[in-house]
């Protein structure tokens, strides 16, 4: 098989080394320096990480807070990539 042929055959394949776990849950967005709260969908998550659908937010700090429960807990964030009105983020420590 040509490597062209292992490239397409694979090209469909899960390439994270740490598997995601699919979720559909909605969460608020929080910009360091209180610039507001903004809703957002998380469509996948690990201990590390989460992909994250945004609703109307064009700007996106590449440092900001996650949270399920309305800021009752939170998660740091550092954005990692996007794709339109889809990120990546990466949690703090």
Request: net charge positive; aromatic share 8%.
């Amino acid at each position: 098989m040509s490597t062209v042929e292992q490239v397409l055959k694979s090209a469909g394949r899960e390439r994270r080394a740490i598997g995601r776990t699919r979720i559909n849950r909605s969460a608020l967005l929080s910009f360091h320096g209180g610039a507001g709260v903004f809703p957002c969908c998380v469509r996948d998550v690990t201990n590390s990480g989460a992909g994250v659908r945004l609703e109307r937010l064009n700007v996106l700090p590449v440092e900001f807070d996650l949270s399920f429960d309305k800021f009752r807990t939170v998660r740091e964030c550092r954005l990692v990539w996007r794709d339109a009105d889809f990120v990546g983020v990466a949690f703090g420590s």
